[in-house]
């Protein structure tokens, strides 16, 4: 319940940014044409993941310090009660400590993830549709006109039924891909990471100052850079290393992400406000995008 709330955070502060950026989207419209362009929706996303980071920070820290063996000695009375007692255990600092990393990967990752999506499933569709109907001539042009006419009295063409959806799953499948290059990597030096954040939460329960508590991330983020370091040198290099599993982790996180975002996009859809229909126009004839 908790990530389907995220998740919900993630996209309503993608659709709200992207409004903002580029005004035609604000309208709440079923299709947008022209786009918006790959700068908007990749500031758009970032905005977004970089909201989501934030939201998300209180439960990224009660998962890395979960221990089943508190839950399972009864020392917690649900998952409940042991997210709010460690929430006030940990407080605010022990909340957002290793909040950097998530950000980036994040922000960058959804920033990715989003201009992809938009760019295939929408500037990608409309190009091809553009460049395949309107180079028809001739008779090939009249097997496909329908008896139906456009605003301007010109005959129409309806692109067919499936190369949208076609469009839509190739969107998805490519931006899980493209956001999983960012934040595999990322995710995986924040594994290293957290690992520390038991020796922070005790230092941070000694109550030292400002200044001394900002000394200890930064001596951590310091220490897991040099563990890093260790651990590529002996992988071999940096890219072998970070992106070691990728491939694994790609088919397991792209169908539900993928998924996620072919779901997004109909709802979308389905709770778009009414609109006339979008025409490109071509000589002699319109192309309608239902």
Known sequence: M???????VLYTSYLQALGTLYEP????????????????????GFTAGAIQSIVAAPLDALQVRLR??????????????????????IGIRGVFAGWGLSFLRDA??????????????????????????????????????????????????????????????????TASVAQQLIQHPLSIIQNLHV????????????????????????????????RCSKRATRAGGWHSWLYRGFAMNAIRQVPSTSAGLVIFELLRRKYANLSDAVYIQKDGYDILLT
């Not at 089943?68 to 255990?89: R, V």
């Open 25 to 44: 989207v604000s309208h709440g419209v079923k299709r947008v044409y022209p786009p918006a362009s790959p700068s908007c929706t990749f500031t758009a």
């Open 108 to 173: 960058f990752g959804y920033g990715i993830f989003f201009s992809f999506f938009e760019y295939i499933k929408s500037q990608a569709y409309y190009s091809f549709i553009t460049g395949y109907y309107g180079s028809l001539r001739g008779d090939r042009v009249d097997g496909l006109l329908s008896a139906k006419f456009s605003d301007r009295g010109v005959p129409l063409i309806e692109p067919h039924y499936t190369l949208e959806p076609c469009f839509l799953m190739v969107a998805g499948l």
């Open 68 to 89: 089943a063996n508190d839950l399972l000695e009864g020392q917690y009375q649900s998952m409940w009660h042991y997210g709010g007692q460690k929430l006030k255990q």
């Open 2 to 8: 908790a990530n389907a709330g995220v998740g919900a």
């Open 195 to 226: 690992a520390r954040l038991e020796y922070l939460d005790h230092q941070a329960s000694l109550h030292p100052s400002r200044r001394q508590m900002l000394r200890l991330y930064y001596l951590a983020y310091q220490e897991t850079y040099k």
